[in-house]
């Protein structure tokens, strides 16, 4: 199995970014998707959550808003778009896939976002 984020860099305040995740080896249409994103001296947090089918999502309030979150079952990409980025949105973003049927899950290597001018 492998789940691999891209598409984190350096942006300025109220820059964006649209952070990518692509998995193999799972079927990937079952199973549910998130980002979570973790800074130095916190513990990661869920940033936002999608079901299996793509349909339904949940954003943390902080980036409700600002972020979109999507699933692909066509091209198995789920990607999480960062529109009017902020300093407190820093951190290493990680893709997690989820199979609660199964009890399995997947992380990404995570991938850095540092907004600062």
């Known amino acids: 199995v492998s789940v691999v984020e891209s598409g984190g860099g350096l942006v300025e305040p109220g820059g964006s970014l649209t952070l990518s995740c692509v998995a193999s080896?799972?079927?990937?249409?079952?199973?549910?998707a998130s980002w979570h994103r973790q800074t130095p001296g916190k513990e990661r947090e869920l940033v936002a959550f999608?079901?299996?089918?793509?349909?339904?999502?949940q954003m943390m309030d902080s980036v409700k808003g600002r972020f979109t979150i999507a699933k692909d079952n066509i091209r198995e990409v789920v990607s999480l778009e960062m529109n009017s980025l902020k300093p407190e949105d820093t951190g290493v973003y990680y893709c997690?896939?989820?199979?609660?049927?199964?009890?399995?899950?997947?992380w990404g290597q995570g991938t850095l976002v540092i907004v600062s001018s």
């Open positions: 999608i079901t299996d089918d793509g349909y339904n999502s």
């Open positions: 080896g799972v079927p990937f249409d079952e199973y549910d």
């Open positions: 997690k896939l989820e199979d609660m049927s199964t009890n399995s899950e997947w």
